[in-house]
């Protein structure tokens, strides 16, 4: 899955706020910068200021990696994630059907702690092993919101290195490009529709984008997530 969430981390019952953070501030507190095994050169993050407010700031240039922050949600009592993001532009060949191009100008990835016993023993032997290599506790099941550009908005698909995370666009190509865009997932509904089953807690989010595969570049911008009740 190419994340995993952080072992050192406190988990927390709401997504630590960026907003807070002082501009020029290495790491958010209750964020860490996560690399991904394999990928020889990480993003860049930084807290800046847009607008009179802290916001991540994301740049890839055929890289990968993601600030990942620990969780303990319900997303039973709290169905609803929100939040916002703008990108300098898509990347023109991001698609979620390829290896080849599995990159993305932004990426909300939700974790979930899905017990090993409601997966199959192949996706048991499968975790085990990832787990054992990139020697972090990868989740056993996740779902990626993605700013695509090959994909229309709404389609979704398997990651296509592994069918424990879904890829769902939420906003694609460049026709709002460099504005902020407000986002709004009922996770219980995207779990159902992608795993089937009761949802389980949500054990981490992580951001970022990534242009390792093809090569591109882009810049990604966050604002503060929070889990609600209702819309």
């Known amino acids: 899955m190419g994340h995993a969430v952080g072992q050192t981390m406190a988990a927390a019952s709401q997504v630590p706020l960026l907003s807070t953070a002082a501009p020029g501030t290495a790491v958010a507190p209750g964020w860490q910068h996560q690399e991904i095994p394999g990928v020889a050169h990480p993003n860049s993050f930084a807290v800046v200021e847009v607008e009179q407010a802290s916001v991540l700031q994301v740049r890839s240039t055929g890289s990968a990696s993601t600030w990942i922050a620990r969780l303990n949600v319900d997303p039973v009592a709290t169905p609803y994630l929100t939040w916002r993001w703008r990108v300098a532009h898509a990347l023109r060949k991001s698609d979620i059907r390829s290896r080849e ?21 192949g996706d048991r032997l499968r975790i085990q092993t990832a787990r054992l290599m990139s020697k972090t506790d990868m989740p056993t099941a996740a779902l990626c919101y993605v700013w695509g550009n090959v994909q229309e908005v709404g389609e979704s698909g398997w990651n296509a290195y592994t069918d424990r995370l879904r890829m769902i666009v939420v906003d694609s190509g460049n026709a709002h490009a460099g504005q902020w865009r407000q986002v709004q997932r009922h996770i219980g509904q995207d779990w159902a529709e992608a795993f089937g089953g009761p949802v389980p807690r949500v054990s981490g989010i992580a951001l970022g984008c990534d242009t390792d595969n093809t090569g591109d570049n882009t ?9 609600v009740a209702a819309p």
């Open 219 to 227: 810049v990604a911008w966050f604002g503060d997530l929070a889990f």
């Open 101 to 121: 191009n599995d990159d993305y100008a932004a990426r909300v990835y939700v974790f979930f702690d899905l017990p090993v016993e409601r997966l199959s023993f």
